[in-house]
């Protein structure tokens, strides 16, 4: 059973920078799929960047493209957010998520392993 865990999160003012790290406390990230979704309060959750098994293809939100970057480590059995030039409105709860597949998925509907969540507050 694989179980995501979620680190880096905080309090970091605007135009700061944060890292999130997702790794598993069971199972691997061998062949799978992996996304980063945010949820801000009220609000639905949403993908912010996305990356196949390979790490050779990605996809990021309108909202964070040219801020964000998705990297993974598969020898660490690590996936990375490195959040730049932060916003007020980059506040949510971030969650990693993971899917037994080799390409990139976009829809939050076909991951079916979900961290607990990290909380990220950038203050103006």
């Known amino acids: 059973q694989v179980q995501l865990v979620e680190s880096g999160g905080g309090l970091v003012q605007a135009g700061g920078s944060l890292r999130l790290s997702c790794t598993t406390s069971?199972?691997?990230?061998?062949?799978?799929?992996l996304g980063w979704f945010r949820q801000a309060p009220g609000k639905d959750r949403d993908l912010v960047a996305a990356i196949n098994w390979s790490g050779t293809r990605t996809y990021y939100g309108d909202s964070v493209k040219d801020r964000f970057t998705i990297s993974r480590d598969n020898a660490k059995n690590t996936v990375y957010l490195q959040m730049n030039s932060l916003k007020p409105e980059d506040t949510a709860v971030y969650y990693c998520?993971?899917?037994?597949?080799?390409?990139?998925?976009?829809?939050?509907?076909?991951?079916?392993?979900w961290g607990q969540g990290t909380q990220v507050t950038v203050s103006s």
């Open positions: 998520a993971a899917r037994q597949t080799v390409v990139l998925i976009t829809a939050s509907d076909q991951y079916n392993y």
């Open positions: 069971g199972g691997t990230l061998y062949a799978k799929a």
